[in-house]
Nanobody, 129 residues
Framework: QVQLQESGGGLVQAGGSLRLSCAAS????????MGWFRQAPGKERDFVAA???????????YYTDSVKGRFTISRDNAKNTVYLQMNSLKPEDTAVYYC???????????????????WGQGTQVTVSS
């Protein structure tokens, strides 16, 4: 079992920035995909970004259209941690952000929540106008 712990959420004004972190308790395989999803009140959980890597092979990232150019997903292998740098935040980015992971390497990281095996508890991001 892998535990994921998110941190970095909070309240920020529109146009501001936040960096979310997701620390994994351990790695289960050489291939890993980690992603971020978000769920706004009364809405379904939606894909935000994902990153997939495996040893010396290429790293692949994927973003939903609404965050391209504003959000950046990155990783720190030594810390088993993935980050989501969020810039130019908008009120519509307000949501609970969840970290997710699976033990698969993919050139096209999954965008559906069923493709992930492990989930964090979520961290609240609130963007005021």
């Amino acid at each position: 079992q892998v535990q994921l712990q998110e941190s970095g959420g909070g309240l920020v004004q529109a146009g501001g920035s936040l960096r979310l972190s997701c620390a994994a308790s351990r790695r289960t395989s050489s291939g890993v995909t980690m992603g971020w999803f978000r769920q706004a009140p009364g809405k379904e959980r939606d894909f935000v970004a994902a990153i997939s890597w495996s040893g010396g092979l290429g790293e692949y990232t994927y973003y939903t259209d609404s965050v391209k150019g504003r959000f950046t997903i990155s990783r720190d292998n030594a810390k088993n941690t993935v980050y989501l740098q969020m810039n130019s935040l908008k009120p519509e980015d307000t949501a609970v952000y969840y970290c997710a992971a699976n033990s698969r390497y993919s050139m096209r990281p999954g965008t559906q929540d069923w493709s992930y095996d492990y989930w964090g508890q979520g961290t609240q991001v609130t963007v005021s106008s």
